[in-house]
């Protein structure tokens, strides 16, 4: 099994310093070794992750960010998956980690699901209890990177002409963008009164999946803050205030937010060249769970979708973009991720999510089978990146060799120890993916 951990740190690494597109590569060379592992993440087997399975026989510590040592002993922040219906608290399960000599940051909704800490060897014994259905580390996220209107078709979805807004345009539609942030001052993002931007709330979730937002210091231990996190209450209330970026400088030092933000709902009829998106009049909510540099962590993804769901009919939230993706080895079926998006699923919200960057080797060949979490969700709109050769005709189009291509290859190793691929029919549809023009968060109008 240690011949898995050597990836795990490459993938980690390699994401940090150059970006996701090698880093996924490397994934599914690890998925490929994680075939004949007896002890891999699975539906009816072992319920650690693989990943984590591979950190915890590793004989040091490696460097990845959701495994460290403190005082000489090795801890790991997680994600434990309860298969408890009746206590939405997981009182039993929360005193266990904390007597395990961990701590717990977040108790979820959209997933039955707790943020946790927790000394790796202890993470079998917690595995091993019947109200828990699987144990997943804290991993990586990243993002995965008008003529627009004609290419889509849009203008034949609208009343008027061109530009004018009328008729199918978003209005009065919510979008939550998870994302690097929006910048809300930009001329993309106005009304229709041409002052008042339409990003009506912004949110940052970074950090709030760990011991950051509640107030203890990171890698500690005993501390539970789920306790008192619920509505109405004091905890709740501090915890909105903490997360609340609204009026506060909302800089997108990445950008990648804002231009997703702009195809979705800008509004770029003032420039020569039209940028206007898709529903240039649906207000749009600032959910920040990535850093300057394009990457976050799961637990914060998690977060930002209890928030979604907890507001989305006090926003009329109708739509949830995530142009992000996380390194899983696991089955959609288990993964914390996409379980989480199936839950705003459920709750009524279209979910919308990137197929990926990783459908070319770097020999310039087609790669299939590079679709990431939470693409690899069956309900979800997985979206694949079409080059439109900078035409309105769709006779022209063709799929960007660098688009993710299906089917999906997550998985888990049945009780047998033969491993199950999920093997679903992935993107759902393509859509013009480069040489788009959208909004720079450098800029006021660029």
């Given at each position: 099994m240690n011949t898995l951990l050597p990836f795990i740190v490459l993938i980690e690494?390699?994401?940090?310093?150059?970006?996701?597109?090698?880093?996924?590569?490397?994934?599914?060379?690890v998925a490929a070794l994680c075939s004949g592992m007896?002890?891999?993440q699975s539906a009816g087997g072992s319920k650690v992750a693989a990943d984590l399975a591979a950190m915890i026989a590793a004989p040091t510590t490696p460097v990845i960010s959701w495994a460290k040592d403190v005082n000489g002993i090795r801890y790991v922040k997680a994600l434990v998956i309860s298969s408890n219906t009746t206590d939405p608290d997981l009182v039993s399960l929360r005193a266990a980690v904390m007597s395990a000599?961990?701590?717990?940051?977040?108790?979820?909704?959209?997933?039955?699901?707790?943020?946790?800490?927790?000394?790796?060897?202890?993470?079998?014994?917690?595995?091993?209890?019947?109200?828990?259905?699987?144990?997943?580390?804290?991993?990586?996220?990243?993002?995965?990177?008008?003529?627009?209107?004609?290419a889509t078709g849009t203008t034949t979805q609208r009343t008027g002409s061109g530009t004018t807004?009328?008729?199918l345009d978003g209005s009065g539609v919510g979008i939550a963008v998870l994302d690097s942030g929006i910048a809300a001052n930009h001329l993309n993002f106005v009304g229709a009164n041409g002052s008042t931007s339409r990003v009506l709330k912004a949110v940052d979730f970074q950090k709030a999946g760990d011991a950051t937002l509640v107030g203890a210091k990171d890698w500690t231990t005993g501390v539970d803050a789920s306790a008192a996190l619920y509505p109405g209450s004091k905890t709740m209330a501090n915890?909105?205030?903490?997360?609340?970026?609204?009026?506060?400088?909302?800089?997108?030092?990445y950008g990648h937010g804002s231009h997703v933000a702009s195809i979705s709902a800008g509004r770029g009829g003032y420039q020569a060249t039209d940028s206007t998106g898709i529903a240039p009049r649906a207000n749009l909510y600032d959910v920040k769970v990535l850093d300057g540099q394009g990457f976050g962590q799961l637990s914060d993804v998690l977060a930002a979708i209890d928030w979604v769901i907890y507001h989305a009919k006090e926003y009329n939230i109708r739509v949830m973009n995530l142009s992000l993706a996380a390194?899983?080895?696991?089955?959609?079926?288990?993964?914390p991720l996409c379980r989480a998006v199936r839950s705003a699923a459920a709750a009524g919200i279209t979910v919308v999510v990137a197929a990926g960057n990783f459908g070319q080797a770097t020999n310039g060949?087609?790669?299939?089978?590079?679709?990431s979490a939470p693409g690899n969700d069956p309900s979800v709109i997985t979206v694949g990146s079409a080059n439109i050769k900078g035409t309105a005709a769709r006779s022209d189009d063709t799929v960007n060799f660098f688009s993710s291509r299906g089917p999906t290859r997550s998985s888990y190793v049945d009780t047998s120890g033969v491993r199950r691929i999920d093997n679903l029919l992935k993107p759902d549809l393509v859509a013009p993916g480069n040489k788009l023009v959208g909004a720079a968060a450098t800029g006021k109008d660029a």
């Open positions: 690494r390699r994401a940090l310093r150059r970006g996701m597109a090698l880093a996924m590569s490397l994934l599914f060379l007896a002890q891999a000599g961990g701590s717990v940051y977040m108790n979820y909704v959209s997933v039955r699901a707790l943020s946790v800490m927790l000394p790796v060897n202890q993470v079998y014994n917690l595995a091993a209890r019947s109200d828990v259905q699987g144990i997943s580390p804290n991993r990586l996220t990243a993002r995965t990177a008008s003529l627009l209107e004609l807004w009328t008729g915890y909105e205030a903490k997360i609340n970026a609204s009026g506060l400088d909302r800089t997108d030092y390194d899983s080895t696991e089955t959609y079926l288990t993964d060949a087609e790669r299939f089978g590079t679709i």
